[in-house]
């Protein structure tokens, strides 16, 4: 009887044992497989792709994955998570937890450390299939998983997933010992006590047999109290406390589940488990959050329901292959279409859960959103397409260059990385010759050019440009350099060779164009809608006697002539009640001292943007001096004709309004081929231009008459009587001839050699570089011969005007008793203007010697330059009591004679401009705003409008008059040129009576102000 109870508690106590344990079991295989594949789901998508050599993850980045390990492990009671890869034909570990307990490590397993036991996850490499396994070893005992997966390159990797069992087998075996001990006590005294307790004993173990019964159905809150033999009671203890110990792992286990269902609900990952017929069967908050969806919704629907249409495919192709067993899992990247419509990317893992049986229970997907992520990668990747087509397609050189360090960390050379095909085009040196080559070997200099500069771009990021002669390849180059990053630097450069090489020319061409303009006899005006004067020209002075501030703010009419003032207001009310243009207008107006002015006026109304009038704005010529002068213009015809014939080098020809030839001088002949017999009475269609060229010039001619204005300087083709082509620079302007009639003089100079010189320029640049080195000396020759022959044209400009001076001369000193005393007035305005031109010529030549010649640069001192220029000033005018404050020892870089002529320009301005200023002020000093050091002089003086700012530098601008502060109007456009000579800038600041201030600076090799 004793034998048959131990046997019978014993066996149902080890079934009970048995059927708990596999139990618990299979709830910690779920838990570890859902944990593994979300520590799967948590890395990036491409994590193990990247993995090459130590390099490939930092160590910040696998430390924060170390910490969301911890994390996980320590919610969900697990002790490891890692994951390892075959590299190098070792297990090395690509991520792990810091709770190791690998006696041969620190804290935790380092990135691609080497696993000391590759022999347990042969079985899981070898077959690619999830493994589940019990280990026993100096890692503890605890019950892992194994995921495998492949990488893009094919090379094997797994996550894994560990808790510890150690405290189910304690509690599970504790609780059987005890009975099988009083089990086995019990047998040996049964033998004896057999038969007197046969009657005793039934009932108990009766009742002991539905207790173990009970507890292996898994009813373990039912206590039992079972009465009879001592032994047998303790055996009703002992099961009793093993049901105790089994409910309280399972309360442990509901917990850890618990908090497993805490990570499903408040994740940030999106978890959800379907079934085989693809629909959702659970989804947690944050795949709601995904999608849009509410939770009852989504247990609705498939997930082909709310896949793109894109991915639906694949999906369902992995979906079935899952399902066969044909794959443990599969990864992919795919969009969701959310509740709104709008499309979503999500980084999706689908593993497959089974029973014991191996038939599929449902699918388990992590689903990570990287919408902001794909994002970012899509405009990564079209910056870089966008970047590459430009580095291709521009026109411009580029080329990226990697800077050299020695073991001291000073930049010694760099290395040109890489090249875009416009490099072969500006250096003539092919891209694959250049790539990879040391600067000093690609140039064959002894050091790297322009090294300090780039190597501080490469080191700060700083960009900077520059217009530099590389003399290793004879041509001039503007470079913009920057920084793509740290060590490295970028240029784009553009050849300028040919353009440095015509800008001598091209600025003598606009200085003949601006000096004609600038010496208009014109006073231009500006009027707003009610006829009130808003802006003056100075030239109103000379014709009224009116400075421009005494004529803004009144009207025409208040300087018309009382006798006409009935007509011209006639004319003006129709013209601002209906605004059109409007060409010499006649107005009879009254000089400031009292005497008669005729002046013919021109204007057009102008509009704001949205087409309503404004006011006017025009010119007025004064046509008294005009009328005056016919006749002696007409006296002097003969002798003016025998000058314009002894012009040998500009063709001079006079015009009537319909194009038809006056007047052909000898070097008209020359240029054209035609004798003046020929060429006289006709029009120009039929000798020089084409139909079309023609349509201009009496379209010109109509302008200058319609403005008063010169034409020109312009270029034009022109035709031979040979048949042979050929270009001009022409100038055209207007005469009076007496009786309202007018001629137009144009003055032609043949730049055909200068065109054929530029056409050379522009063949030489195609050529090979040997023949662009032996080349180069003929372009400067010629370019030598450009300047003698601007500078020979100056000097034939000047003798018809001596001629006109000295035969006014004549005409007042042979004929002055036979004329009035206001012909002999017109006679000394004509000598006065062609002494005006004549110096304006003087001026012209000046200005332009200020940008020829060589610079020899050195050290300056600024700061004893102007002490010595006060010095010299104070010395000149004793009377002036003048503050002077300098900022000593401030030493520049640059020419000696052109920085003297600059400090002279400004501090003589400075002087001139505060001569009404009882306490007036100079201050020189420098400033450094954005790293570039800024010199400026400042003066407490007259000042200036910063409305005329852009007349500032111009060459005879003013914006003073001569009778207030004498001067010609070409010292600030000498000095803006000398600072832009010296890779410089130069600006004003000023308020009219408050003075004013000159900024400049010098380029970079004045980045910082030298002390002495």
């Not at 804290?107 to 996850?121: R, V």
């Not at 560990?162 to 304690?170: C, F, H, I, L, T």
């Not at 002991?208 to 009465?227: P, V």
């Not at 001292?593 to 204007?603: M, N, Q, R």
Request: with cysteine; hydrophobic share 35%; aromatic share 10%.
């Amino acid at each position: 009887m004793v034998l048959l109870i131990m046997v019978t508690a014993g066996t149902l106590t080890y079934l009970a044992y048995k059927s708990e344990k596999k139990a618990l079991l299979e709830v910690i295989d779920s838990k570890l497989f859902a944990v593994a594949n979300m520590a799967k789901a948590t890395l990036p998508s491409d994590h193990h792709d990247k993995i090459i050599d130590a390099n490939s993850i930092s160590a910040e980045e696998f430390r924060r994955i170390i910490e969301r390990n911890d994390l996980i492990c320590k919610t969900l009671d697990l002790q490891y998570i890692w994951s390892l890869m075959q590299l190098n034909n070792h297990i090395v570990f690509t991520s792990s937890t810091s709770t190791s307990k690998d006696t041969d490590k620190h804290d935790h397993a380092h990135f691609l450390d080497i696993h000391t036991n590759p022999e347990a996850y042969e079985e899981v490499f070898s077959t690619m299939q999830t493994c589940y396994s019990t280990f026993d070893d100096k890692w503890g005992k605890g019950r892992m998983v194994l995921i495998p997966g492949t990488d893009k390159n094919g090379r094997k990797y797994c996550f894994g997933a560990s808790m510890s069992v150690e405290k189910v087998d304690q509690v599970l075996l504790s609780a059987l010992q005890k009975p099988l001990r009083l089990s086995a006590l019990i047998l040996l005294a049964g033998a004896v006590v057999a038969f007197l307790l046969a009657n005793s004993v039934s009932k108990p173990v009766t009742e002991l047999t539905s207790m173990a019964e009970d507890i292996a159905k898994g009813n373990f809150d039912q206590k039992f109290n079972i009465r009879g033999a001592s032994e047998i009671r303790s055996l009703s203890h002992s099961i009793n406390a093993m049901r105790l110990a089994i409910k309280e792992r399972i309360i442990e286990v509901t917990e850890s589940e618990q908090r497993f269902r805490s990570i499903f609900e408040e994740g940030l990952i999106g978890i959800v488990f379907i079934n085989s017929d693809t629909r959702f069967i659970n989804v947690n908050p944050a795949f709601c959050k995904i999608t849009g969806y509410s939770r009852e919704e989504l247990l609705t629907k498939t997930f082909p329901d709310i896949t793109h249409p894109d991915h639906t495919k694949i999906d369902m192709e992995n979906v079935n292959k899952l399902a066969k067993g044909e794959i443990p899992y599969y990864r992919t990247k795919k969009r969701y279409i959310r509740k709104d419509g709008q499309t979503v990317w999500v980084n999706l893992n689908v593993s497959v859960i089974r029973d014991q049986s191996g038939e599929l229970l449902y699918l388990l997907g992590m689903i990570e959103d990287i919408t902001t992520t794909e994002n970012l990668d899509n405009q990564l990747r079209q910056n870089e397409e966008k970047f590459r087509t430009l580095f291709e397609n521009i026109t411009e050189g580029v080329a990226i260059h990697e800077v050299i360090y020695d073991e001291k960390g000073r930049a010694v050379n760099y290395r040109i990385v890489d090249v875009n095909p416009a490099y072969e085009k500006h250096t003539g040196i092919h891209p694959a010759h250049a790539k990879n080559k040391l600067a000093t070997e690609l140039y064959g200099t002894e050091s790297a050019p322009y090294l300090p500069i780039w190597g501080k771009v490469a080191e700060t990021g700083t960009p900077h440009h520059m217009e530099v002669f590389f003399a290793p390849m004879n041509k001039y180059f503007y470079i913009a350099c920057c920084s793509p990053r740290k060590g490295w630097f970028a240029t784009v450069f553009t050849d300028i060779t040919e353009k440095k090489q015509l800008e001598d020319t091209l600025i003598q061409n606009e200085e003949k164009f601006r000096s004609l303009v600038e010496t208009s006899s014109d006073w231009i005006w500006e009027t707003d809608k009610n006829g009130i004067c808003t802006y003056a020209s100075p030239r109103i002075k000379d014709l009224l006697g009116y400075t421009p501030t005494e004529a803004i703010g009144r009207k025409a009419i208040d300087f018309i002539a009382q006798d006409a003032l009935k007509t011209f207001n006639s004319q003006i009310t129709r013209l601002y009640v209906s605004p059109k243009t409007f060409y010499g207008m006649e107005q009879k107006c009254i000089h400031k001292d009292g005497h008669i002015v005729i002046l013919e006026g021109s204007g057009a109304p102008f509009f704001d943007a949205n087409g309503i009038f404004k006011g006017y704005r025009g010119i007025n010529r004064d046509i008294t001096e005009r009328k005056r002068q016919q006749e002696a213009l007409l006296l002097s015809a003969t002798q003016l004709r025998a000058n314009l014939e002894s012009t040998p080098n500009v063709a001079i020809q006079w015009y009537d309004l319909d194009g038809r030839i006056l007047y052909w001088n000898p070097a008209s002949e020359k240029m054209y081929g035609w004798k003046a017999e020929e060429a006289m009475g006709k029009t120009l269609d039929a000798l020089i231009y084409t139909p079309e060229l023609a349509a201009d010039f009496h379209r010109l001619l109509r302008d200058i008459q319609a403005t008063g204005k010169p034409a020109g300087p312009f270029e034009s083709e022109f035709q031979r009587l040979d048949g042979t082509s050929g270009w001009l620079i022409s100038t055209t302007f207007k005469i009076p001839m007496g009786e309202g009639k007018s001629a137009f003089v144009c003055m032609d100079v043949d730049i055909t050699g200068r065109k054929q010189a530029e056409e050379e320029v522009r063949k030489l640049n195609a050529e090979l570089e040997q023949r662009v080195r032996d080349r180069t000396l003929q372009l400067e020759l010629a370019n030598k011969e450009l300047k003698a022959f601007s500078y020979s044209v100056s000097h034939d400009l000047r003798a018809p005007l001596r001629s006109i001076d000295g035969f006014s001369t004549a005409i007042l000193e042979d004929y002055s008793d036979k004329l009035d005393g206001e012909g002999r007035d017109y006679l000394q305005r004509l000598r006065r203007a062609s002494q005006r031109m004549a110096s304006l010529i003087d001026d012209m030549l000046k200005l332009s010697k200020v940008t020829s010649g060589d610079m020899h640069i050195s050290n300056v001192n600024l700061s004893q330059m102007v002490e010595d220029f006060i010095a010299d000033l104070r010395e000149a005018d004793p009377q002036r009591n003048i503050e002077a404050v300098i900022t000593p020892g401030i030493n520049v870089s640059a020419d000696p004679q052109l920085m003297h002529a600059v400090m002279e320009n400004l501090l003589g301005n400075a002087w001139k401009f505060t001569s009404k200023n009882a306490n007036a002020r100079i201050e020189f000093g420098t400033m450094k705003p954005e790293n570039e050091t800024t010199y400026y002089v400042r003066d407490n003086g007259a000042g200036f409008d910063m409305a005329f700012i852009n007349k500032l530098f111009c060459a005879f601008q003013r914006l003073h008059s001569v009778e207030d502060y004498p001067g010609d109007g070409i010292g600030l456009a000498s000095v803006q040129r000398i600072i832009h000579r010296h890779g410089g800038r130069i600006w004003a600041e000023g308020k009219q009576n408050h003075g004013a201030t000159f900024y400049f600076t010098l380029g970079l090799t004045n980045t910082e102000p030298k002390e002495s």
